[in-house]
């Protein structure tokens, strides 16, 4: 059984930075694919930011720029670097992993808030 982990979460100014982390553990199993996503009450998850193990990435229009994901594969973790932030990304953040063979994991999630 795998365990999905995120820290780093808390509260921020506006304009301000947070580092989320995701660290992966557990079975044995190679990961794949791993992202952030957020969901803020009465909406979607949303997708943030994914990074394959090749290290292509790929990001919302509404973070990109702004947002910078990055991981290190030995270690099976992910790091969602937030920069200029604004109200509007105030949400629960969930990592998602995904294995080799298609095996979908999720953390707990953290909670982000931005204020002024």
């Known amino acids: 059984q795998a365990q999905v982990v995120e820290s780093g979460g808390g509260l921020a100014q506006t304009g301000g930075s947070l580092r989320l982390t995701c660290r992966a553990s557990g079975t044995v199993f190679k990961v794949e694919t791993m992202g952030w996503y957020r969901q803020a009450p009465g909406n979607q998850r949303e997708l943030v930011a994914v990074i394959a193990s090749g290290g292509r990435t790929e990001y919302a229009a509404a973070v990109k720029g702004r947002f910078t994901i990055t991981r290190e594969n030995d270690k099976s973790t992910a790091f969602l670097e937030m920069n200029s932030l604004k109200a509007e990304d105030t949400s629960v953040y969930y990592c998602?992993?995904?294995?080799?063979?298609?095996?979908?994991?999720w953390g707990q999630g953290t909670q982000v808030t931005v204020s002024s």
């Open positions: 998602q992993v995904v294995s080799l063979v298609g095996e979908t994991f």
